[in-house]
């Protein structure tokens, strides 16, 4: 069974940094195309940055130039640096992984809080 456990939220000062990170237990993390998720109150879950396949990756608007997704095969974990935090950052950062081998099979971590305050 594949568990993901997400690590690293916290409260953080404006322009400050947070690297989350996401382990996979159960099997190896390049079978899945990868993703961090957030979500605040009211609002709808949004993607925030992708790796799929040979490491390709992809971000949200609001993010790019600041946050950096990455893989660790050895690990088994896939990272999110953040850096020049925001107020707007603040959300329930969620781990994704979707099977390469059959999408239907999608496995979402508990989520960890970041607070960009201060």
């Known amino acids: 069974q594949v568990q993901l456990v997400e690590s690293g939220g916290g409260l953080v000062q404006p322009g400050g940094s947070l690297r989350l990170s996401c382990v996979l237990s159960g099997r190896g993390i390049s079978l899945y195309d990868m993703a961090w998720y957030r979500q605040t109150p009211g609002k709808q879950r949004e993607s925030v940055a992708t790796?799929?396949?040979?490491?390709?990756?992809n971000y949200a608007d609001s993010v790019k130039g600041r946050f950096t997704i990455s893989r660790d095969t050895a690990k088994n974990t896939v990272y999110l640096q953040m850096n020049s935090l925001k107020p707007e950052d603040t959300a329930v950062y969620s781990c994704n992984a979707v099977s390469r081998l059959n999408p239907r099979y999608t496995y979402w971590g508990q989520g960890t809080q970041v607070t960009v305050s201060s």
């Open positions: 790796i799929i396949g040979g490491g390709r990756t």
